[in-house]
Structures are given as C-alpha cells and as structure tokens.
C-alpha cells in the first residue's frame, strides 16, 4: 500500500508538473516529469491507463499532457480511456489512439457548474465505476 500510495503521488506531481505550463502542453518540462517519475516504467506494469482533462478534442493530440500519456501508453501497448468534462470529436480522438473516451457529465450543465470541485469529483468517481463495473465483467 505504501509503495502504490507513492506512486500515486509522484503521478500526481507529475501531472502538475504537466499541467502548469502555458496552454498545458507537453513542454521540456513536462518530458522531463515523465522521465523523472519514471512514468514509462509505471506504464508497463499497468494493464490500463484511466486519464483526464477538462476538454478532449483535437488540440487533446498537438502535445498536450495527454498526448504524452496516450504516447507512452502506445508504446507500451496500454490502452487509454480519457475522460472530459466535455467531449468533442470522440472519433478523431479515438483515430489518434484512446482505446475511449467518456463525458463525465450525467446531463448538460453550465459551466459554472461544472466547474465546481466537488460536482466534479462525484462526476468523475460515478464515470469512473461504471467503466470497473464492465472491466470486472470480462476479468471473473
């Protein structure tokens, strides 16, 4: 548990680290996360990548965090499902690579709405179980 707890913890850093350049892209710094948290060695020893951010569309593929993640995955032939906060053009994405990519939003909202913290967290953890409940249909 403690070795997964830190794991958990320099990914988080790491997606910080991803996340805090201008327009979010995968900039020198970002490369250098991966490289730091070892991101690529984690990524082989999963059998899944569950990832995220505010919006996919097509700039999700032009050096985003995001396009880093789905990268690695590929190389190390993990799939990627990413979840949004909206999604838009679900085919161009799945053409650049995400075995899926899921709106977490239960109903259209505004916003505002969708930006508070906690409507978020409830969103993401009620998207995220439901994609469990199908992968623990095919792993009895």
């Known amino acids: 548990y403690a070795s997964c707890r830190m794991k958990e913890r320099a990914m988080w ?6 996340s805090s350049g201008i327009n979010h892209s995968c900039s020198p710094n970002c490369r250098n996360a991966y490289s730091q948290y070892r991101f690529e ?9 569950l990832t995220g951010e505010g919006k996919l569309d097509r700039q999700t593929g032009m050096g985003k965090a ?23 053009a679900t085919e161009a994405l799945n053409r650049m690579g995400f075995t899926a ?30 994609v469990v409940r199908i992968i623990k249909q095919f792993t009895k």
């Not at 259209?108 to 409830?122: G, H, N, W, Y």
């Open 13 to 18: 850093q790491m997606v910080k680290n991803c």
């Open 41 to 49: 060695e984690v990524v082989r020893q999963a059998d899944l990548i």
């Open 66 to 88: 995001l396009d880093g993640i789905l990268r690695v995955g590929e190389k190390c032939q993990v799939p990627v499902i990413a979840f949004g906060g909206a999604v838009e």
């Open 101 to 130: 990519v899921l709106p977490i939003q239960p109903f259209p909202v505004t916003l505002e709405e969708a930006m508070r913290p906690e409507f978020t967290k409830e969103n993401i953890e009620r998207t995220v179980r439901q």
